[in-house]
């Protein structure tokens, strides 16, 4: 019996190994090169997995992406962690693709034989693909009922799919690529659902506690979690899949909290629940995934330690570790930092009291300000701390303060002020409190959000006069900016 089952399990990888063809996307930089070009693939069979390896143009801008995939794949590239373009691919078929960067605007011109069906796909997935979610569930949580949501959201997955239909009447996309589009649309739209739910949580300023939604959107978000279940061959080919896994986790988290509010909850505590809520495929998927994503990007939490200790010993053999270990030794050595402050940085007095933009100016009269915006979280927010050093001389050179200010929550306090000393932030510091949050968010005025990072100049008297500031990597952009002040 054992020879049998070892049988059928060589059998089923050679299957595997044999339909699993080279797919190549030929790359062109027009202009800048970036410092990073990051794509998404497979990792272990897996999709999900952003920002998963990096391109290496040469000096021209010419690159290569090579992948072996057995199935319809989706692979997103990302110049200077923009989205530059997805490409759908199809085992064996050849792709190209032309980046070129216009004063931080990206636009990309593809090359494949399904090239309508390519534009089609890019035209709706409209860039990041969980940035484009949470942004129609902001656009969601405006809905009144659970009724509309609904409808609006079919309507608008029915709305996408159908492009595709008519390209597959055509035959200008095969039956592959056309079902492997509809499988992305419903998570797609299931995560988005989830998202709007949870975007419906209000937060009353009077009282300053959190209100949950009506209980009718948390029984529509079960009814499609619920429909579309938690099917492992279908969710790890899918770039969503561990995406909505995370959303399908949340709401199981709500459920055990009588749908309140939430309150913190531990990744690692999954390593105890898992019989209850993901089988083991899903669970492996799962942390590898989350795991990826958040060291690929600079997450300094030191919790990702135990998790990923968690994760080795329940899935020793797993074929995800080769991918992961390499992303956690910089975790390591992040471990090692302290939380009091190097000498060049500085808390502000009182921050915690500070409810908004125009008091945190005033604490600094007559100086010319340059805030620097970010999160720990924030993978392009640190990434632009590689520019600090001319940055430092530059606002030295014209008399400016560096204020940093940081959006992230109590939780993070440690992480925040380990993070100030690993990347030897010089100049004030401040972490926000909710109101002054809310202060930010009304000055970005982007439908309730703040994109990070973001910067600001401000004159000496006290005045914004750039309220979306040039960074430090667009050092010849700030310079023009810095001699208006």
């Given amino acids: 019996m054992k020879l049998q089952l070892l049988f059928i399990t060589l059998l089923s990888f050679f299957t595997l190994a044999i339909n699993a063809k080279e797919t190549i996307i030929k790359g062109k930089i027009n202009g800048k090169l970036p410092e990073t070009l990051y794509y998404t693939a497979p990792v272990n069979g897996s999709s999900g997995f952003d920002?998963?390896?990096?391109?290496?143009?040469?000096?021209?801008?010419?690159?290569?992406?090579?992948?072996?995939?057995?199935?319809?794949?989706?692979?997103?590239i990302y110049y200077n962690y923009q989205p530059a373009g997805s490409i759908v691919i199809t085992p064996g078929n050849a792709y190209g693709i032309t980046i070129t960067e216009t004063d931080g605007k990206i636009?990309?011109?593809?090359?494949?034989?399904?090239?309508?069906?390519?534009?089609?796909?890019?035209?709706?997935?409209?860039?990041?693909?969980?940035?484009?979610?949470?942004?129609?569930?902001?656009?969601?949580?405006?809905?009144?009922?659970?009724?509309?949501?609904?409808?609006?959201?079919?309507?608008k997955e029915k709305n996408d799919v159908a492009g595709f239909q008519k390209l597959l009447n055509s035959k200008a996309i095969s039956t592959d690529f056309f079902e492997a589009i509809k499988t992305e649309r419903k998570y797609y739209y299931a995560i988005a659902l989830g998202y709007s739910v949870m975007a419906k949580e209000d937060f009353d300023e009077k009282t300053a506690t959190v209100i949950s939604p009506a209980p009718e959107f948390f029984k529509l978000w079960g009814n499609i979690l619920k429909q579309y279940g938690?099917?492992?061959?279908?969710?790890?080919?899918?770039?969503?899949?561990?995406?909505?896994?995370?959303?399908?986790?949340?709401?199981?988290?709500?459920?055990?909290?009588?749908?309140?509010?939430?309150?913190?909850?531990?990744?690692?505590?999954?390593?105890?629940?898992?019989?209850?809520?993901?089988?083991?495929?899903?669970?492996?998927?799962?942390i590898a995934a989350y795991l990826s994503i958040d060291l690929i990007e600079g997450m300094k939490e030191e919790y990702l330690l135990d998790i990923y200790d968690a994760f080795k010993k329940e899935f020793p053999k797993s074929g995800y570790i080769k991918h992961l270990d390499p992303l956690i030794a910089p975790l390591a050595e992040f471990s090692k930092q302290k939380t009091k402050l190097h000498d060049?940085?500085?808390?502000?007095?009182?921050?915690?009291?500070?409810?908004?933009?125009?008091?945190?100016?005033?604490?600094?009269?007559?100086?010319?300000?340059?805030?620097?915006?970010?999160?720990?979280?924030?993978?392009?927010?640190?990434?632009?701390?590689?520019?600090?050093?001319?940055?430092?001389?530059?606002?030295?050179?014209?008399?400016?303060?560096?204020?940093?200010?940081?959006?992230?929550?109590?939780?993070?306090?440690?992480?925040?002020?380990?993070?100030?000393n690993y990347y030897s932030l010089d100049g004030y510091h401040i972490r926000t409190n909710k109101q002054l949050e809310?202060?930010?968010?009304?000055?970005?005025?982007?439908?309730g959000s703040i994109s990070i990072p973001w910067y600001l100049l401000v004159g000496k008297d006290g005045k914004i006069v750039y309220e979306h500031a040039a960074p430090a990597s667009e050092m010849d952009k700030l310079k023009e900016q810095i001699k208006t002040l």
Wanted: aromatic fraction near 12%; charged fraction near 30%; proline fraction near 3%.
């Fill in 344 to 420: 060049t940085a500085t808390l502000i007095d009182n921050y915690d009291n500070i409810n908004s933009l125009t008091e945190l100016i005033k604490k600094f009269p007559g100086k010319k300000l340059y805030f620097d915006t970010w999160a720990t979280w924030c993978g392009p927010c640190r990434d632009e701390f590689k520019h600090k050093e001319n940055l430092y001389k530059l606002l030295k050179a014209n008399d400016i303060t560096i204020v940093y200010i940081s959006i992230d929550e109590d939780s993070r306090d440690e992480a925040w002020k380990k993070m100030i």
């Fill in 230 to 286: 938690t099917d492992f061959n279908e969710l790890h080919k899918n770039p969503f899949g561990n995406h909505y896994l995370q959303t399908y986790r949340i709401y199981k988290l709500y459920e055990a909290n009588n749908f309140k509010p939430l309150k913190e909850n531990k990744l690692i505590d999954l390593f105890t629940t898992k019989k209850t809520l993901f089988d083991k495929n899903n669970l492996e998927y799962y």
């Fill in 438 to 447: 809310l202060d930010l968010v009304k000055l970005f005025n982007d439908n």
């Fill in 51 to 76: 920002f998963s390896y990096k391109a290496k143009p040469d000096a021209q801008g010419n690159f290569e992406i090579k992948v072996d995939v057995d199935a319809i794949t989706f692979i997103d």
């Fill in 107 to 155: 636009n990309s011109v593809f090359t494949a034989k399904d090239l309508e069906a390519q534009k089609l796909y890019n035209t709706i997935l409209g860039g990041h693909r969980m940035s484009s979610a949470i942004n129609l569930s902001r656009e969601m949580r405006k809905i009144e009922t659970p009724e509309a949501m609904q409808k609006s959201l079919a309507d």
